[in-house]
């Protein structure tokens, strides 16, 4: 196993566009999480995923924001109409949770970073 | 609602000196992480506190968590230049946040020769 994966690396858009990213998780994790982090904060929490149940959404995740996990295994997060202060770097990361979970580590991804312009 | 704070939030040292970075967090936690994040790169993983007195090392930084104090300190002894970074704590707060990771703002440390 390689690790989080996440696609694109970069992605610059214009305003209104809308745009998706994809995150693969280390595939014995059953939890999925998102977060974006701006120049110079720490990451916020937008959503999780837990086998393919979005568990929590953040007050973060506006309507324009959606998150999906279809098969439990891979995730999408779109963002519609992207606006200037979406721009940011947006991380994913796994875990695995539950009875014979043998770690309490989260792995990151190397993040999407998104420029709207 | 969970607060982590760290502090300071930037901090230039020389070389060769000692220096602390403390993490305050508001309500009681499982379990606290540190990461390192260099600039345009993702999170990498430093250590894992699980419980009341943990202490872990590895190489020139040493983290420590006390929970009755809400308090996590990372150490570094004799800095060198390769540890500018900036540096976060995270705390997962179980079932009382959802199970997953609050960050603080982060420290910005710069070592000069």
């Known amino acids: 196993d390689t690790g989080v994966s996440q696609n694109p690396r970069h992605k610059i858009t214009k305003r209104g566009q809308n745009v998706t990213f994809r995150c693969d998780p280390i595939s014995e994790h059953n939890r999925l999480y998102w977060y974006r982090q701006t120049l110079g904060q720490g990451p916020e929490f937008l959503t999780y995923f837990q086998n393919e149940a979005q568990l929590e959404k953040s007050r973060l995740l506006s309507d324009r924001f959606s998150a999906e996990r279809p098969k439990g295994s891979f995730s999408t997060l779109e963002i519609q109409r992207t606006e200037q202060g979406d721009s940011a770097m947006y991380l994913c990361a796994s875990s695995s949770y539950g009875q014979g979970s043998r770690g309490y580590g989260y792995t990151f991804g190397s993040g999407t970073r998104l420029t709207v312009v | 609602e969970l607060k982590v704070e760290q502090n300071p939030l930037f901090l230039s040292m020389q070389e060769g000196k000692n220096y602390t970075i403390y993490c305050n967090y508001s309500?009681?936690?499982?379990?606290l992480y540190w990461y390192r994040q260099d600039p345009g790169k993702s999170l990498e993983s430093l250590f894992v506190?699980?419980?009341?007195?943990a202490v872990k090392q590895e190489g020139r930084l040493m983290a420590s968590l006390d929970t009755k104090a809400r308090l996590s300190t990372l150490h570094i002894t004799a800095a060198v230049h390769d540890l500018s970074a900036t540096y976060f704590c995270a705390v997962d707060a179980g079932r009382t946040s959802g199970s997953r990771l609050t960050f603080g703002e982060g420290t910005q440390l710069t070592v000069n020769p």
């Open positions: 506190l699980l419980s009341n007195g």
């Open positions: 309500t009681t936690s499982d379990r």
